[in-house]
Protein backbone atom coordinates (compact mmCIF):
# COMPACT_ATOMS: atom_id res chain seq x y z
CA UNK A 1 0.00 0.00 0.00
CA UNK A 2 1.49 3.40 -1.21
CA UNK A 3 1.39 6.12 1.35
CA UNK A 4 1.82 9.62 -0.05
CA UNK A 5 2.87 12.46 2.76
CA UNK A 6 0.93 15.55 2.22
CA UNK A 7 2.75 18.40 3.21
CA UNK A 8 2.04 21.77 2.27
CA UNK A 9 5.66 23.57 1.11
CA UNK A 10 5.58 26.66 3.30
CA UNK A 11 7.00 28.30 6.16
CA UNK A 12 5.53 27.86 9.64
CA UNK A 13 5.85 30.33 12.41
CA UNK A 14 6.88 27.70 14.91
CA UNK A 15 8.60 24.50 13.10
CA UNK A 16 7.59 21.07 14.90
CA UNK A 17 11.03 20.17 15.23
CA UNK A 18 14.16 21.58 16.57
CA UNK A 19 17.57 21.86 14.42
CA UNK A 20 20.86 21.19 16.05
CA UNK A 21 23.94 23.22 14.77
CA UNK A 22 27.68 22.35 14.76
CA UNK A 23 29.23 21.82 17.78
CA UNK A 24 25.82 19.91 19.32
CA UNK A 25 27.03 15.83 19.71
CA UNK A 26 24.10 14.51 18.44
CA UNK A 27 25.57 15.71 14.96
CA UNK A 28 28.45 13.56 15.10
CA UNK A 29 26.94 10.44 16.09
CA UNK A 30 26.55 7.36 13.34
CA UNK A 31 22.55 7.16 12.82
CA UNK A 32 21.09 3.65 13.85
CA UNK A 33 19.16 1.54 10.66
CA UNK A 34 15.41 1.65 11.08
CA UNK A 35 13.72 -1.34 11.41
CA UNK A 36 9.99 -0.24 10.51
CA UNK A 37 8.58 2.04 8.40
CA UNK A 38 5.11 2.86 10.52
CA UNK A 39 2.94 5.70 11.10
CA UNK A 40 5.35 7.23 13.72
CA UNK A 41 7.76 7.04 11.28
CA UNK A 42 5.90 9.19 8.84
CA UNK A 43 4.95 11.09 11.16
CA UNK A 44 8.48 12.32 12.07
CA UNK A 45 8.73 12.13 8.01
CA UNK A 46 5.80 14.66 8.03
CA UNK A 47 7.53 16.96 10.88
CA UNK A 48 11.02 17.18 9.32
CA UNK A 49 8.90 17.96 5.86
CA UNK A 50 7.11 20.84 7.77
CA UNK A 51 10.88 21.62 9.61
CA UNK A 52 13.08 21.75 6.40
CA UNK A 53 10.45 24.18 4.52
CA UNK A 54 9.84 26.31 7.36
CA UNK A 55 13.68 26.91 7.34
CA UNK A 56 14.21 27.56 3.62
CA UNK A 57 16.03 24.22 3.49
CA UNK A 58 16.50 21.77 0.27
CA UNK A 59 16.99 18.73 2.61
CA UNK A 60 17.03 17.48 6.21
CA UNK A 61 18.68 13.97 7.64
CA UNK A 62 16.71 12.61 11.24
CA UNK A 63 20.35 13.65 13.13
CA UNK A 64 19.78 17.58 12.24
CA UNK A 65 16.66 17.67 14.54
CA UNK A 66 18.27 15.09 17.03
CA UNK A 67 16.84 11.73 16.40
CA UNK A 68 19.52 8.58 15.99
CA UNK A 69 17.70 6.92 12.59
CA UNK A 70 18.99 6.72 9.21
CA UNK A 71 16.09 8.93 7.71
CA UNK A 72 16.44 11.89 4.93
CA UNK A 73 13.89 13.87 3.34
CA UNK A 74 14.98 16.23 0.49
CA UNK A 75 13.25 18.65 -1.90
CA UNK A 76 15.32 20.02 -4.35
CA UNK A 77 12.75 22.34 -5.96
CA UNK A 78 10.47 23.44 -2.94
CA UNK A 79 9.54 26.34 -5.13
CA UNK A 80 7.55 23.58 -7.43
CA UNK A 81 4.28 22.65 -5.70
CA UNK A 82 4.22 19.50 -8.31
CA UNK A 83 7.11 18.28 -7.24
CA UNK A 84 7.20 15.43 -4.66
CA UNK A 85 9.67 15.11 -2.01
CA UNK A 86 11.83 12.43 -1.49
CA UNK A 87 11.93 10.19 1.54
CA UNK A 88 15.34 8.26 2.06
CA UNK A 89 15.51 5.49 4.86
CA UNK A 90 18.46 3.60 5.11
CA UNK A 91 19.65 4.76 1.95
CA UNK A 92 23.20 3.46 0.26
CA UNK A 93 25.03 5.03 -2.13
CA UNK A 94 25.07 1.69 -4.97
CA UNK A 95 27.27 3.54 -7.54
CA UNK A 96 29.35 7.12 -7.66
CA UNK A 97 30.43 8.64 -10.95
CA UNK A 98 34.28 9.21 -11.91
CA UNK A 99 33.28 12.92 -12.93
CA UNK A 100 33.48 15.43 -9.54
CA UNK A 101 31.90 18.47 -9.43
CA UNK A 102 32.87 21.50 -7.24
CA UNK A 103 29.34 22.93 -5.89
CA UNK A 104 28.42 25.95 -3.05
CA UNK A 105 26.82 23.74 -0.37
CA UNK A 106 25.48 25.24 2.81
CA UNK A 107 23.68 23.88 5.96
CA UNK A 108 20.49 24.06 8.27
CA UNK A 109 22.84 23.10 11.15
CA UNK A 110 25.42 25.60 10.28
CA UNK A 111 23.61 28.78 9.18
CA UNK A 112 24.92 31.56 7.08
CA UNK A 113 28.02 29.41 6.11
CA UNK A 114 28.32 28.69 2.02
CA UNK A 115 31.69 27.61 0.92
CA UNK A 116 32.54 24.94 -2.09
CA UNK A 117 32.36 21.36 -1.62
CA UNK A 118 33.80 18.76 -4.27
CA UNK A 119 31.71 15.79 -4.35
CA UNK A 120 30.78 13.28 -6.97
CA UNK A 121 28.73 14.77 -9.99
CA UNK A 122 25.81 11.84 -10.17
CA UNK A 123 25.25 8.73 -7.94
CA UNK A 124 22.79 5.76 -7.63
CA UNK A 125 21.00 4.91 -4.43
CA UNK A 126 18.92 2.42 -3.10
CA UNK A 127 16.52 3.01 -0.31
CA UNK A 128 13.19 2.55 1.45
CA UNK A 129 10.56 5.16 0.88
CA UNK A 130 7.81 5.97 3.16
CA UNK A 131 5.71 2.78 2.21
CA UNK A 132 8.69 0.44 3.11
CA UNK A 133 9.01 -0.21 -0.37
CA UNK A 134 12.91 -0.53 -1.53
CA UNK A 135 13.74 1.75 -4.41
CA UNK A 136 16.56 2.89 -6.75
CA UNK A 137 17.36 6.28 -8.15
CA UNK A 138 19.70 7.73 -10.09
CA UNK A 139 20.63 11.44 -9.70
CA UNK A 140 23.11 14.12 -10.98
CA UNK A 141 24.03 17.85 -10.40
CA UNK A 142 22.03 19.51 -7.51
CA UNK A 143 19.57 16.26 -6.46
CA UNK A 144 23.03 13.89 -6.48
CA UNK A 145 24.68 16.76 -4.04
CA UNK A 146 22.01 17.22 -1.57
CA UNK A 147 21.94 13.66 -1.03
CA UNK A 148 25.19 13.03 -0.65
CA UNK A 149 25.15 16.41 1.84
CA UNK A 150 22.62 14.70 3.65
CA UNK A 151 23.87 11.05 3.79
CA UNK A 152 27.05 12.49 5.30
CA UNK A 153 24.87 13.36 8.35
CA UNK A 154 23.88 9.91 8.70
CA UNK A 155 27.74 8.99 9.34
CA UNK A 156 27.99 12.30 11.68
CA UNK A 157 30.12 13.82 8.99
CA UNK A 158 29.17 17.77 8.16
CA UNK A 159 29.73 19.57 4.71
CA UNK A 160 32.27 21.60 6.58
CA UNK A 161 34.45 18.55 7.24
CA UNK A 162 34.82 18.59 3.19
CA UNK A 163 35.76 22.19 2.46
CA UNK A 164 39.22 22.12 1.35
CA UNK A 165 39.91 25.80 1.49
CA UNK A 166 40.71 25.92 4.82
CA UNK A 167 41.03 30.25 5.12
CA UNK A 168 37.39 30.56 3.40
CA UNK A 169 36.41 28.12 6.00
CA UNK A 170 37.64 29.29 8.79
CA UNK A 171 36.79 33.09 8.22
CA UNK A 172 32.77 31.87 7.23
CA UNK A 173 33.02 30.27 10.41
CA UNK A 174 34.28 32.86 12.65
CA UNK A 175 31.84 35.52 10.92
CA UNK A 176 28.57 33.56 12.15
CA UNK A 177 29.73 32.15 15.46
CA UNK A 178 30.98 29.27 14.57
CA UNK A 179 33.91 27.42 16.18
CA UNK A 180 36.61 26.06 13.68
CA UNK A 181 37.29 22.91 16.35
CA UNK A 182 33.85 21.59 15.93
CA UNK A 183 34.83 20.83 12.59
CA UNK A 184 36.28 17.35 11.47
CA UNK A 185 38.64 17.54 8.50
CA UNK A 186 38.39 14.41 6.66
CA UNK A 187 40.19 13.85 3.55
CA UNK A 188 38.27 13.03 0.04
CA UNK A 189 37.84 10.10 -0.58
CA UNK A 190 35.70 8.93 -3.55
CA UNK A 191 35.41 5.13 -4.00
Not at 7 to 27: A, M, N, Q, W
Not at 82 to 95: H, R
Not at 112 to 125: F, K, N, Q, S
Not at 156 to 172: K, P, S, T
Amino acid sequence: MAVAIEVEKKKLKKPPLSIHYLGDRVLRQPAKRVAKVDNALRDLVRKMLQTMYSEDGIGLAAPQVGVNKQLLVVDADPEDAANQPLVLINPKVISYSKELATGQEGCLSIPGVYLDVVRPAAIEVSYKDESGRPRKLKADDLLARVIQHEMDHLDGVMFVDRVENAIALNQELDKNGFKVQDVKRIKQKIS
